[in-house]
């Protein structure tokens, strides 16, 4: 079946900071991949996603980039805020009759200091 | 459009008791999605629907766990006779279907079975 492992957190960096997020998957056929930030007190937001291998998705000044090869989609940001602060979640949704049903990882909560 | 929204944003109930939830997706969105979260983990797929039919139910869903989209519009979730294990937050989702693959959650509902 398909999973999606995370790497562990929480990740606590200084504001300006690189940040990258470690995410692989395992899964039949060609996914779509997805990083989702859920911030305090508010509903999973889709921050960006790639569809096809090499593709990169990006948003808000986060990207991240499908490795086939690799299986993975890491998540970088090149200088991070303290609204950064959050938990973000990689996923991947298959084709087929089960196009947009999602298969999440664990999680990495963000903080990020002043 | 405010959203997918959901109802009640909090639920306590006595083990034992019946609940029911309630998702309205954003109203252009023929497929509506399940998912049940606990603390320090992703979401998990429990359901979900194209129109009123719902087309696929995760292992997770046991028998006492019941799902409706009678109109193709709203959703209810329902779980009778509440076990501790149930307490989490049950998130809905939306998209437009088949084809789109950007999921819009709700703020989901968090259940505590005391």
């Known amino acids: 079946g398909n999973s999606v492992t995370q790497m562990e957190g929480p990740v606590t960096l200084s504001e300006e900071a690189f940040l990258t997020i470690n995410c692989t998957y395992t899964a039949t056929g060609y996914p779509s991949l997805f990083w989702y930030v859920q911030y305090p007190g508010e509903g999973l937001q889709l921050l960006l996603k790639?569809?096809?291998?090499?593709d990169k998705g990006s948003n808000k000044g986060f990207e991240a980039t499908y490795r086939k090869e690799t299986t993975s989609f890491h998540l970088e940001k090149g200088s991070v805020q303290v609204s950064d602060s959050a938990v973000y979640f990689c996923a991947l949704s298959s084709g087929g009759t089960s196009y947009g049903k999602l298969t999440f990882g664990q999680g990495t909560i963000l903080t990020v200091h002043p | 459009d405010t959203g997918v929204s959901q109802n009640p944003r909090h639920k306590i109930t006595k083990r034992g008791q019946n609940v029911t939830f309630r998702c309205d997706p954003i109203s252009e969105h023929n497929r509506l999605y399940w998912y049940r979260q606990t603390l320090g983990q992703g979401p998990e797929f429990l359901t979900y629907f194209q129109n009123e039919a719902q087309l696929e139910k995760s292992r997770l869903l046991s028998d006492r766990f019941s799902a409706e989209r009678p109109k193709g519009s709203f959703s209810t979730l329902e779980i009778q006779r509440t076990e501790q294990g149930d307490s989490a937050m049950y998130l809905c989702?939306?998209?437009?279907?088949?084809?789109?693959?950007?999921?819009?959650f709700g703020q989901g509902t968090r259940l505590t079975v005391v």
């Open positions: 989702a939306s998209s437009r279907g088949q084809g789109d693959t950007e999921a819009f």
């Open positions: 790639a569809t096809k291998a090499d």
